[in-house]
């Protein structure tokens, strides 16, 4: 079980350094952005097995950014059947 907490401030010394990895230049995947649409989109996030999740909640289902680490793929298979943003 993937344990998520709510995106705070605080949370980004940590979470950067996962974002900092990606090298796909999304602008998703920014500390700037996440922070503006934290409320918006209630976003929580987690580290599982050496990867960043970023989880985005809705009004219906939650959708995920594409994994960020060490095991992306490992990250998916635990999350299940799920749907991603940036792909």
């Known amino acids: ?3 998520f907490k ?5 949370d ?3 979470v950067n350094k996962y974002l900092l990895l990606d090298k796909t230049r999304s602008c998703e995947k920014t ?3 996440l922070m503006m649409w934290r409320d918006f989109y209630k ?5 599982f097995d050496e990867t960043l999740i970023i989880k985005y909640n809705n009004e219906e289902n939650p959708f995920y950014m594409i994994p960020i680490g060490a095991n992306p793929k490992g990250a998916i298979e635990a999350l299940g059947e799920a749907v991603y943003v940036g792909v």
């Not at 709510?6 to 605080?10: A, P």
């Not at 976003?43 to 580290?47: R, Y």
């Open 43 to 47: 976003i929580e996030w987690a580290i």
């Open 31 to 33: 500390a700037g952005a």
């Open 1 to 3: 079980m993937i344990l």
């Open 6 to 10: 709510t995106l705070q401030k605080d």
């Open 12 to 14: 980004f010394s940590v």
